[in-house]
């Protein structure tokens, strides 16, 4: 499947890296990764000019990641609404707001380049609890523009070896990720265990 | 303790477990790939790579690439051809072209260990 996303990159240019980075911030199943690497992999080669590479995978993963902020704004309304209703209900979301309030700007980041399949959900999470717009556009402007880097300049650093490249970080991704959501899941099991005694 | 868990926090419990396995999984997926890269450096020719990958790639004079293909060095000039997309404008199979590219740079590398 890399072979296909390769393949759109070399014949279509830097357009198709912007498309992708803005889609996968999305949650749609786009190995935008992929197709960054491929990028920096074609302006090693001289195939692709590097500015254009860069701008368009960061302006498509700022505005992916702001159509999905926005979303969770509009969808969080409708969601508080019902929430406020029961008094249970409505302290499970005080602490949601809290939570945010006290890690957003560090989960924004993270959520952008290590922890980066998080990213779509975080961004609707933080849109939906009413995190400032400014603090989230500050953090992601931070996260993406590393995530760009990271990528791209791999790409570009080991373009000789980027199917390998693409396979290696995508599980290395997917295992930092899935350890992350088990420490979290962790935590909450440590917190009911001492809650019992 | 286990036993509270699961019958108080059934889905926590069996979430965490998941969560764990996916863990183990992805990283084991990740020290195959870093094995099978410390051991396989040259991609084998694809129909996405573009004459100029392939030279960056594996480190030819580009004028190897342009024998390999037929193609003039002016041909370099303008917009970037995939092989895949040569190969269709010339009605031969990707893999005819990608022999032959193959066959080129063993031919140069020979003469390469040859002349030291």
Redesign the interface.
Known sequence: MS?LF??L???YGAFVVGIATFLSCLALPIPSSFVMLAGG??V?????AFFAVVVAAFAGAVIGDQVGFRAGRYGGAVMQERLTTSPARAAVLVRAQTFVERWGMTGVFLTRWLFSPLGPWVNFAAGATGMGAMRFTLSDILGEALWVALYVGLGYLF???I???A??LG??V??VT??A??AG??V??WR??KA?H | ?VR??WQ??RW??L??LA??T??L???G??AV??V??SQ????AI?????P??I????QLPPEVMAGALGLSREDGEGR?L?L??IAADRGVPVATLAAGIEAAIADYRAGEEAGQ
């Open positions: 072979d390769f393949s990159v070399s014949t992999a074609f090693a080669s001289g195939d692709l373009a000789a070896n199917e390998t490249l396979s290696l599980n290395a997917a295992a899935a350890a959501v088990t899941l962790g909450l099991l009911a265990a019992r | 303790m509270h868990l108080s926090h926590l419990l979430g965490f969560a764990l996916l863990t999984f992805f990283a997926r990740a790939f870093a099978y890269w396989h450096r040259d991609e694809a129909g996405w790579m573009t100029g990958y030279v960056h790639s594996w970037r995939t895949a997309e």
